[in-house]
């Protein structure tokens, strides 16, 4: 996992983890009839930042949609993850 310099704490240690923002994914998960959804939010997150810093904000959650559109086709969470942050991170001279 690729860490981000600056990053704030994992989501999944702030005060409303688990009042508001689990609770929150499980309804959303519900929903979409996907509760047995492998999701690591942090996870997600570090991928997120790591293209909002080197590409651009508004690029993050289209990074998501991304990894969700893989993982829809089989691959792994890490694994897409993993993809994003190489091609994000990997220079190309032009």
Excluded: N
Excluded at 28 to 39: G, K, N, R, T
Excluded at 67 to 94: F, H, P
């Amino acid at each position: 996992m690729t860490a981000v310099k600056g990053a704030k704490p994992p989501v999944t240690s702030q005060d409303d983890w688990e009042s508001e923002l689990l609770p929150w994914i499980r309804r959303v998960e519900a929903a979409l009839q996907i509760e047995d959804c492998p999701m690591d939010v942090d996870r997600v997150h570090v991928m997120t930042g790591v293209v909002a810093r080197e590409v651009q904000r508004s690029m993050a959650p289209i990074s998501s949609f991304l990894v969700g559109y893989a993982m829809g086709r089989g691959a792994g969470l890490e694994e897409a993850c993993e993809v994003i942050e190489r091609v994000t991170t990997t220079r190309v001279d032009t």
